[in-house]
């Protein structure tokens, strides 16, 4: 079913069109992380939104009717909902929306307390259409937030990779394994997507076809490989470990492979079967056979699977003095990963002697489903109001906590010395929000491509 704008906001909003004061002519509101788990954000998903809901004629006649048949039995009575308001924007704009959306560039990592997005109405007799619009664009807390765990753990195993092994392997140290763990196919495609912001690896399928429809192209931005799971082995029977574990490396004879090993025993696995039995197939074979513990506490098993693996399979020391798998093993953990567990495993591993690139890690919950709108705080606030043709700044500051207080005015975002600012829009410097949406029109698109180099500079 075709969206309809009327339909996706929260129940209140319907009844705001007659609460501002008499004069209103414009409502100006932005978008920030009031701050949380970390100090920066990275912006994304914005596109996603105009595309899918907001650009084109998006007022019918036929969903007006269909919306106010809804919150008449909603409401019980069918004087709230503002069916002039709708079809003034229908009958003067062909259904196109009369707002102005400025945002920062997706992909830009912005410190918290500063504006990331501003939203007004283009026509003084839709000033009640810029707040309706919050709940939708609220939502953008999520593809945020998550491009921001990413990002953030992508800096931590880079400073381990930098004090112990090879930074140039990172796009593939962190594997979305989220898919089984969000609430919606949608929650899967955007999330997925914002992970890939920074990173190469995923097993999200729905990502990749997110990024190709809303973001411009028809690349990939997702790799993965054959990989076993329990059922794959345990079918085989519990006698049968070994030939589950050699029909892995002969079905799949090239390049990687991952098999999870902790059906009965990891470490009779790491020892006896990957170590003793298999260990000449694993040398043979043309790729790198990668081990993935599966349950335990995850810096001692992954610490102990790579010593077993080292005395049986062989470790050489690299030049930053750390020791390094053969080549043709690694390992990758992805049960109870999340960014305080890879500082763990990657610090565990360091003051062992173990490099960084020993190791990957598969993160689910914690990357897509553990997050919610506070993780950063996000924010859409008002800050002016044109009444009777005077702009009035708007904020909020409850004596009962002043980490709510919003910003004031009309505002701009800069950068000035290296830092990003916000400051008021009529005061110096070059804005970085960009006017993105304008009257039902997108006017300004990014591809997936953009996005990343926007999140690696
Ligand atoms: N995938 C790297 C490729 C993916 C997966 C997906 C839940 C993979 C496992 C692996 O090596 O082991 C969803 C759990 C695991």
Redesign the pocket.
Known sequence: MQPNIMLLTDSYKLSHYKQYPAGTSQIYSYFESRGGEFESVTFFGLQYLLKEYLEGKVVSQAKIDRAAKMYAAHFGTDKLFNKEGWEYILHNHNGYLPIRIKAVPEGMVIPTHNVMLTIENTDPNCFWLTNFLETLLLQLWYPCTVATISREVKVMITKYLEETGDPLTIDFKL?D????GVSSVESAGIGGAAHLVNFM?T?TVAALSFIQEYYNTDGMFGF??????HSTITSWGRENEVQAYRNMLTQYPEG?V???SDSYDIYNACEHLWGEVLKEEILGRNGTL?V?PDSGEPKDVVLKCTEILGVKIGFTVNEKGYKVLNPKIRI?Q?DGVNYESIGEILEHLKKHGWSADNV?F?M?GALLQKVHRDTQKFAFKCSCATINGMDRDVYKDPVTDHDKKSKKGRLKLVKEDGKYLTKALHEDGEDILRTVFENGLILEEIDFEGIKENANS
């Open positions: 594997h394994f989220g898919f089984r690896g097993d993965s490989i054959p990989a076993a799971e990687l991952a098999v999870v990668v993935r990758i992805g990957g598969g689910g």
